[in-house]
């Protein structure tokens, strides 16, 4: 059974940093894309950053460059967002996901449960 969990999510000031996990069972990480998203309330949902299974492919959305860093750890089955700089606006639901294949997709089929992210002061 393919399950995705998230942690690290919480509160943080403005132009602090966080780090997303994102720990996977019932498959190994190591051949399968992995992709992070976000939900604002009111907003539809958004890809942030996603890694194929090579990890010099690499996708983020323009208004995360150059403040997130995504990253995997294949012998801990987990996959990480590294968040500094963050703004108000990254405040939002943060979802780690897979479509179960090596590309990254923008509809995967399997989500984890989310977790919150709030950037205030």
């Known amino acids: 059974q393919v399950q995705l969990v998230e942690s690290g999510g919480g509160l943080v000031q403005p132009g602090g940093s966080l780090r997303l996990s994102c720990a996977a069972s019932g498959f190994t990480l190591d051949n399968h894309a992995i992709g992070w998203f976000r939900q604002a309330p009111g907003k539809e949902r958004e890809m942030v950053s996603c890694i194929g299974t090579q990890d010099t492919t690499t996708y983020y959305a323009s208004f995360v460059k150059g403040r997130f860093t995504i990253s995997r750890d294949n012998a801990k089955n987990t996959v990480y967002l590294q968040m500094n700089s963050l703004k108000s606006e990254d405040t939002a639901v943060y979802y780690c996901?897979?479509?179960?294949?090596?590309?990254?997709?923008?509809?995967?089929?399997?989500w984890g449960q989310g977790l919150q992210v709030t950037v205030s002061s």
């Open positions: 996901a897979t479509d179960g294949g090596i590309y990254c997709s923008g509809s995967p089929r399997y």
